[in-house]
């Protein structure tokens, strides 16, 4: 079947400028996660949704970053007024709740460039 | 708070050897997982092997094992018979027993060498 899909794959946006980052989950999945890799780094966790609700935003760095899954399946994660410090590769992963299916499978990820 | 931490950045080993990447994690949840990730240039990130705390046996998925040390916090991956392909960066993870908090090291880059 169909893996996470996210897009677009390439964003070069100009500081200042209002981003969206769509994510795509693996149908079924209850799970959503972003996450948020700058290069050479490891992903560092941004928000969590269980269906259509935000259960964790806790590593969303500023009031600029804002995420939505309004009918439990495909989200956004909108980033406003981007800056530099902004770049990064946006990754979204999705998981089935359930017993032994804690995996999550990643989507290729964003790379957004802030110029 | 759980961190992870990967002491090694960047590896290699020799086509059909065996090599061994370290990973040390610190986590106050009682129950939670551990994973190891592959990540390959293309960068869409692959789950490798996972570990439930609670089980003492080591994870083993064809060439790929761990050796999972609880009391130690520690959780190294081991590779096989080592091919072309398994040249990507590879990290650490955890979280807790709800699949969530999913913590990542900041990776080891291996190289394998023809």
């Known amino acids: 079947g169909a893996g996470v899909s996210q897009s677009p794959r390439y964003k070069v946006a100009k500081r200042g400028q209002d981003v969206a980052l769509r994510c795509d989950p693996i149908?079924?999945?209850?799970?959503l996660f972003w996450y948020q890799q700058a290069l050479g780094q490891g992903p560092e966790f941004l928000t969590y949704?269980?269906?259509?609700?935000?259960?964790?935003k806790s590593g969303l760095p500023s009031d600029r970053f804002f995420a939505e899954r309004p009918e439990g399946s495909v989200s956004t994660l909108k980033i406003q007024r981007t800056q530099q410090e902004d770049s990064a590769v946006y990754l979204c992963?999705?998981?089935?709740?359930?017993?032994?299916?804690?995996?999550?499978?990643f989507g290729p990820g964003t790379r957004l460039t802030v110029t | 708070a759980q961190t992870v931490t990967q002491s090694q950045p960047e590896m290699s080993v020799q086509e059909a050897e065996t090599v061994t990447l370290s990973c040390t994690y610190d986590?106050?949840?009682?129950?939670?997982?551990l994973f190891w990730y592959k990540q390959p240039p293309s960068r869409q990130m692959i789950l490798v092997i996972r570990?439930?705390?609670?089980?003492?046996q080591n994870a083993t998925e064809n060439r790929f094992s761990v050796n999972f040390q609880k009391a130690a916090k520690s959780f190294s991956l081991k590779i096989s018979d080592s091919q072309l392909g398994d040249a990507a960066m590879y990290f650490c993870?955890?979280?807790?027993?709800?699949?969530?908090?999913?913590?990542f090291g900041p990776g080891t880059r291996l190289s394998v060498l023809p």
């Open positions: 992963a999705s998981s089935l709740l359930a017993v032994d299916l804690y995996e999550q499978y």
């Open positions: 149908s079924g999945h209850v799970s």
């Open positions: 949704f269980q269906n259509e609700a935000q259960l964790d």
């Open positions: 986590t106050s949840e009682s129950d939670y997982y």
């Open positions: 570990q439930e705390a609670y089980k003492q």
């Open positions: 993870a955890s979280s807790n027993n709800y699949g969530q908090n999913f913590v």
